[in-house]
């Protein structure tokens, strides 16, 4: 019990030294969990198992949702390709170069989101545009050329959970680049033109919000051109319109 109260205590500490995100508490609690069961079957000493401190390290977890897997083999993919090739339906030549598809899905690149499955969509219904967090500031030219070849309404989709809400201690996150980096020196001059990570603090709801406007407002959309905000719930996987 004594080793189990010090290992709370460093959790403690650690929490208020970086303040922990949901998600590095999430693995710092699966970790908890390894380290208490091993300690009360006598298998391990405390002293042996620091707790890491390290914020991008991954952590055992007591979560299977987010289990790592290994890369899929090349061969297997191939094998995969072989399979759906043989039902495959050529879209190549004139009649269907250039024809978006009248709605496009701008959403985050988070694979608990699959717009596909979860508004049961059927393929080829609709462009999906995607990156971290479905930020349009960074999608401007994907849009365009989307609008520019047929699509007449843009579906804006952030997600519960979202990692953007979870960005937290901008100069570990730095230091984590510079501890990996090819040339550590260069990252200074390149992490704040590559990466916002002092992103305005904003609900899920007014994210939408913020990024429908952005589009409303921008010269460059039709006047036209539809533009509404949703909100996917990972908990229930109900999709609600914000806007
Ligand atoms: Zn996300």
Known sequence: ???????????????QRHGLNTRQLHDLAGWTVVVTLALKTGNVQAKDNPVNT???????SMSTTYKTSPPIPSQELLDRNLKYAEGHQPKVGDANFGHMPDTAIICCQDCRLNPTKQLGLADFDTAIIRNAAGAVTELTRSILIAQRWGTKHFVVIKHSDCGYFQITGKHLIIEDFKARAKDPNAIDAVVDKLLDLDPPKLSVDDLVLHDVNYLKESPLIFPETKITGWVFDDHTGKIRQVV
Not at 9 to 14: A, N, T
Not at 54 to 60: A, E, G, I, K, V
């Open 1 to 15: 019990m004594r080793y189990t109260y010090r290992l709370f205590q460093q959790i403690l500490q650690l929490i």
């Open 54 to 60: 390290s914020l991008w390290t991954p952590q055992p």
